[in-house]
């Protein structure tokens, strides 16, 4: 069956699922492989929860009526989501960066759906699946796409603006973000910059925060729109980010001046597409961080800042500047290890270690195995998240603001379960 006949049956309900435990009534099921599954095995299961077909690219499976065999199962998603994406020729916004992706991707679509019936990326599904996954929820009703693409090696961007062919485009930053897949910072810039030679080679247009002297070099001879402090002002970040556009103020629910790039995008982004000021506030206000992300908790009389979805040591820097920054008189800083930084790792975590140390926290803890490592001084460390739990009881929080911070591998919203 070629993809056309495969888009035809698709476009009956808008409708694909690669996982038998949320399938959904007339839904395609895509068997996918994996190091450590086989989606072919469960094909007749999905078929039998309503699934009206199921792709499959193992002819022991091809057992059905419903079943239909393909030479690979993932190529073929990732085929359909292009042929989809010319289909239904919306505008779709791109958006990669090594900090803020995700935080950017919902703020755009927070701001943008006040006025457009809008469909995003859920969650951070930015890669290789993700994408086609997202592309393939747009429906004939979506007016405006937002799909957010993820990388550590280069030619992933490139790969996924083949098949998202973006109209538009965003990179929230160039930071030190796997470094360990792209092998250098250069490498970095230049692998997040494959979306702006997208862009340039198909005519679209880039949205440029032009006080990043990055975007700025990068984004050299496209088309761009561009933002700054002089068009959307930052105010205030103690704790939350505060910014003032035509003459509104946004009183965001977002911790930290580095978020101000992501707010700014959001509202420069609504306003390149005509929503109104006064919805672009309302969106941004409504707007509160979730999963870990820059959450503001609070027990008893402490004030918890909870930021353990992922780390890198750009975003580490910037959480610790900011968190010098707030006007508060006890602090406690707990970090965790920040992965895939390859032969650096150990220069990075020792430079993290060395700024925390500087800033004359009241109380520093840092906690993983690269961290343990370190010849921090004014701080405590720990070779893993047990010995850390073990010493919990030395740690007093009563009026106390903390930040916690580590790559998602370390899971320190577990700190929570201590206090």
Do not use: W
């Amino acid at each position: 069956m070629n993809i056309e006949d495969i888009y035809k049956l698709y476009s009956k309900n808008y409708l694909v699922d690669t996982d038998t435990r949320t399938i959904r009534n007339r839904t395609i099921y895509f068997a996918l492989r994996g190091e450590n599954f086989n989606g072919n095995k469960f094909a007749l299961e999905a078929i039998n929860k309503g699934a009206a077909y199921a792709i499959v690219d193992d002819k022991k499976y091809n057992n059905h009526s419903k079943t239909i065999l393909v030479e690979n199962v993932l190529s073929t998603l990732q085929e359909l989501a292009t042929y989809h994406r010319k289909i239904i020729d919306i505008p779709i916004i791109s958006l990669t960066g090594s900090n803020g992706k995700t935080t950017t991707k919902e703020l755009i679509n927070s701001v943008l759906s006040k006025k457009y019936n809008t469909t995003a990326t859920t969650g951070n599904l930015n890669n290789h699946i993700g994408v086609p996954l997202t592309l393939l929820s747009m429906t004939p009703k979506t007016q405006i796409g937002i799909v957010e693409m993820g990388a550590n090696h280069l030619k992933e961007i490139e790969f996924l603006c083949t098949i998202t062919q973006p109209n538009f485009g965003y990179i929230t930053n160039f930071g030190k973000a796997h470094l360990e897949g792209f092998g250098s910072f250069e490498g970095i810039i230049q692998g997040k910059s494959e979306l702006y030679s997208y862009i340039k080679k198909n005519n679209g247009t880039a949205f440029i925060n032009s006080s990043d002297s990055l975007q700025v070099q990068q984004s050299k001879k496209l088309k761009t729109v561009s933002f700054d402090q002089n068009i959307i002002k930052f105010l205030d970040a103690n704790p939350f980010v505060q910014v003032s556009f035509n003459h509104h103020i946004i009183k965001s629910n977002l911790i930290g001046d580095y978020n101000y790039g992501n707010i700014a995008a959001a509202i420069a982004i609504g306003d390149y597409f005509k929503v109104s000021t006064a919805l672009i506030k309302e969106a941004i206000e409504e707007y509160i961080p979730k999963n870990n992300r820059s959450q503001i908790i609070e027990k008893g009389s402490a004030k918890i800042i909870l930021d353990a979805y992922n780390a890198n040591p750009s975003s580490m820097e910037a959480a610790l500047e900011n968190f010098k920054n707030l006007k508060d008189d006890y602090k406690i800083v707990i970090l965790g290890d920040m992965f895939e930084l390859g032969a650096s790792s150990k220069t990075e975590h020792e430079k993290i270690a060395e700024l925390a140390a500087s800033f004359n926290f009241d109380q520093v803890f840092l906690i993983g195995k690269a961290f343990s490592t370190t010849s921090a001084k004014n701080a405590l460390t720990f070779d893993s998240f047990k010995s850390f739990k073990d010493s919990i009881p030395s740690i007093n929080i009563n009026q106390s603001t903390i930040l916690i911070k580590g790559s998602r591998g370390m899971a320190l919203e577990r700190v929570l379960d201590l206090f």
